[in-house]
């Protein structure tokens, strides 16, 4: 028994929960750090309840698959579960409960209120997991309250628009934002055949990239055929008839629908009106055990922030992996297990047309904000030996003190080769290495996959010159 | 000057060396990695005296681009040069001679005598820098010495072989040695439309692997309709018209080639000669500045051995990637700058047919065959998220300590996005990660390229909870 000592539930009983003699987790959300949870709960406890509270209808999907769904190249929405709910009933024995929106915890008195079917419930908990997810962050934009505008953060928001596209009913479409979720959107309505455009309010697109990395992400949204504004704001929504009439920098566009991505806040509301910690962004704060400041409730997934280990503080970097490693650590504590969430460095990727795109640790812009001294060195490669049929440019930056010392990396390249060169940066990072190091790192080779300096060393090498000429001339370290 | 204080030769200067008054660096061998030495030598000293000596009549040229001219891939044999001889003679000065063996080596006098033309000749040197290569190893096999009979380890193999493909005079071929170079044949000339028979006298492929991983791979050749046989020896070969026939394993076999895949000694036996130290494989023993045993003579490429991060010492290790590095130290260092290399972690991938087959750090059978105490934990993820399209199996086998130190991994799978994901691992035995580092390790996902626990994570995972287990009940860390 993970719990140790069931307490007595200091609250009244309600409908069902009468006689449960057994310690009760209560998981707030149903996705990935919700089931994570769950799931990684019941493998330390066989008689533990376990019951999931998720506020829409699907649970146990990724977001990330959303566009792939709307570009038609996953066909049924079920496909995106990673098991239909009957397999966490059945198998796990979760009492997962759909289309149960929570209204409000008390954690003095161990209870959670939520709404299903028009009514409000009550539940009480032993521990509480709080995986609420993300918010999308609607800009007060007159006209936005439309069925026609879609915010892409939910299943059924995906289905919706699904069904407007599988109809041929959006033909022209104006995407909010140009971050990643903007432009894998953009890409995804462009494979429909719908005609795209899309404003960005700041200067670039792919706001966690450099600008000059971003620029060739640019570049390649365009060339698909992409209208992609920058610098340009969404400053009016109107209906006209079956259509919407949107202003942008003072022009007018008529579009078949609208598609907000302009960003994610956490879903914290509950959990911080109850007392819970936050940081600045409103995202919940927690230890290494996903523990909150408040007494048996934890948090998980997209509503905390977690360690960065290069800025060495909490930040609120809501993305899938971390999503799922903090969900489970949540739950295997919860249930009376040891795990612990070390922390993050910072690394996505996102596929945008051909290329993909890729980031570890800080860019120098983030590097700047944080009041580091710091530089970043470009270097392009190719993604395989250069007589190799499909080799393509591989673009890399390094961001790093004027030391060496390694902070961070971008990449941007064709292929399904190029995104996972991410991952050594990620774990250099993790291990802390100056570039001199990665100058040294023993990458695989072979003409079909990377040429002999693969792009990464490349940029280390370039780096590491920068370094060796301003400490050393005639130095050059391999 | 880089070399300090110019010596006055101390012989006879030969056929036009006569009054030159620059320091000499002589480059032996005009491969990766001679080149690489000269061009940095180059880049250190303006005004010295560059001779590369090849014994062939290409230079700057991978060997690894061999099996992708051969099979046609590649059209050219110039297209695989890094840049043609007269770049290297007019751009940067180096005196590149072509069909220049060398012959002797003589320490004392700082000379080396070659032959070219059918002459011996001799050249004074002030520094020397040994990029000899590998030599194929020739079994005692009676029959080998046939003009139809192929080791593909120069260029002058690969376009002698390739002539008789284009002429589709070869119908059937016999590769003997199932190593990487010999399942990249076997590859090239199945794509060519031969039938193709390989035998290896171990009991598995890819001996760099162990045999539950080579195992994938032999699947793999076998399903592409290769005729693999193992623990099969080659015992005779014998001309029979414009045919071989071959006796295999008792059986007899007619090919209208043979091509010997049996491995590479290093080519060191003239520094050997000289007095330079080797190891038990006969590679030459170097330091950080690729210096041997003999006073200015330097080594590099593939006669050297390296230090081996994991191993802890010296071996022989002969791929493109130390190779070039290691002639560029070399070069560096000759010339009178500075310069390390230190060291590689065993890291190579090979494409055979669809799959992508790496390594990094030590195979269970070489830890055991080091004495060290290991295990392997295997995993099989996919190599993007399962709903997405061109989703695959990835298998991952770590090799650790029962402690959890990691020693090395094995991974085969299909597609671009799959030889990569040894570059993490490689990184991680550079760091002198745990098993529990790269737990935690911050790896990208996308759906395109990765489900949300990489496969390599999931390896790490399995590894770690086999430890945890062991050493703490209900452990789990993430």
Redesign the interface.
């Known amino acids: 028994m993970?719990l140790g000592r069931v307490k007595s539930l200091p609250f009244e009983v309600i409908e069902g929960e009468e006689g449960s003699m057994s310690s009760r987790l209560v998981v707030v959300g149903g996705g990935?750090a919700g089931m994570s949870a769950a799931s990684?709960a019941r493998r330390?406890d066989p008689a533990l309840d376990i019951v999931v509270l998720e506020a829409g209808g699907y649970a146990a999907y990724?977001l990330?698959?959303l566009p792939?769904y709307l570009a038609g190249?996953?066909e049924s929405a079920d496909?995106?579960l990673a098991y239909p709910p009957s397999f966490f009933r059945e198998q796990r024995r979760i009492d997962l409960r759909l289309n149960a929106r929570v209204t409000q915890l008390d954690p003095q008195r161990q209870t959670i209120c939520y709404a299903q079917d028009g009514r409000e419930r009550r539940l009480g908990y032993h521990r509480l997991i709080v995986t609420a997810g993300g918010v999308p962050v609607r800009p007060p934009i007159p006209g936005l309250d439309d069925e026609r505008v879609f915010t892409v953060r939910t299943l059924e928001d995906a289905i919706s628009l699904r069904s407007l596209l599988d109809a041929g009913r959006i033909g022209q479409v104006l995407v909010v934002g140009a971050g990643y979720v903007g432009l894998e959107m953009a890409e995804a309505l462009t494979a429909r055949g719908s005609a795209v455009t899309v404003v960005e309010a700041l200067a670039q697109a792919m706001p966690n990239l450099d600008a000059p990395v971003a620029a060739l992400v640019e570049a390649e949204v365009r060339r698909r055929g992409v209208d992609l504004r920058l610098g340009t704001r969404l400053e009016k929504l109107a209906r006209a008839g079956d259509r919407l009439v949107a202003r942008i920098g003072g022009q007018q566009l008529s579009v078949d629908a609208v598609v907000l991505a302009t960003g994610v806040r956490p879903a914290s509301s509950v959990a911080a009106a109850a007392g819970a910690a936050t940081d600045q962004a409103g995202a919940l704060l927690v230890d290494e055990s996903m523990r909150t400041s408040l007494p048996d409730v934890f948090a998980a997934g997209d509503c905390v922030a977690t360690h960065h280990?290069v800025l060495g503080r909490p930040a609120f970097v809501p993305?899938?992996?971390?999503a799922?490693?903090?969900g489970?650590?949540a739950g295997?504590v919860a249930a009376?297990?040891?795990?612990?969430?070390?922390?993050?460095?910072?690394?996505?990727?996102?596929?945008v047309f051909d290329l993909?795109v890729?980031r570890?640790g800080l860019t120098l812009t983030e590097t700047l904000a944080e009041g580091l001294r710091a530089v970043a060195t470009d270097a392009t490669g190719k993604s395989r030996?250069k007589?190799?049929?499909g080799t393509s440019p591989v673009h890399v930056r390094l961001v790093h003190t004027p030391g060496g010392r390694l902070l961070g990396a971008q990449l941007v390249g064709a292929?399904?080769?190029v995104?996972?060169?991410?991952?050594?940066i990620?774990?250099?990072l993790?291990?802390g290495?100056d570039v001199g190091?990665?100058v040294?790192?023993?990458?695989?080779?072979?003409?079909?996959?990377?040429p002999?300096?693969?792009p990464?060393l490349l940029a280390a090498q370039a780096a590491n010159a920068a370094n060796a000429i301003a400490s050393?001339p005639?130095?050059?370290?391999?």
């Open positions: 993970g990935a990684a330390v990724g990330c698959g792939y190249l996953v496909d995106l280990r993305l899938g992996p971390a799922n490693k903090t489970r650590v295997t009376g297990g040891a795990a612990s969430f070390t922390g993050i460095v910072g690394t996505a990727v996102v596929k993909a890729a570890t030996a007589y190799y049929p292929g399904d080769g995104a996972k060169r991410i991952d050594p990620a774990i250099a993790q291990a290495f190091d990665l040294a790192a023993d990458l695989s080779y072979a003409p079909p996959y990377a002999v300096y693969d990464v050393q005639n130095s050059l370290a391999v």
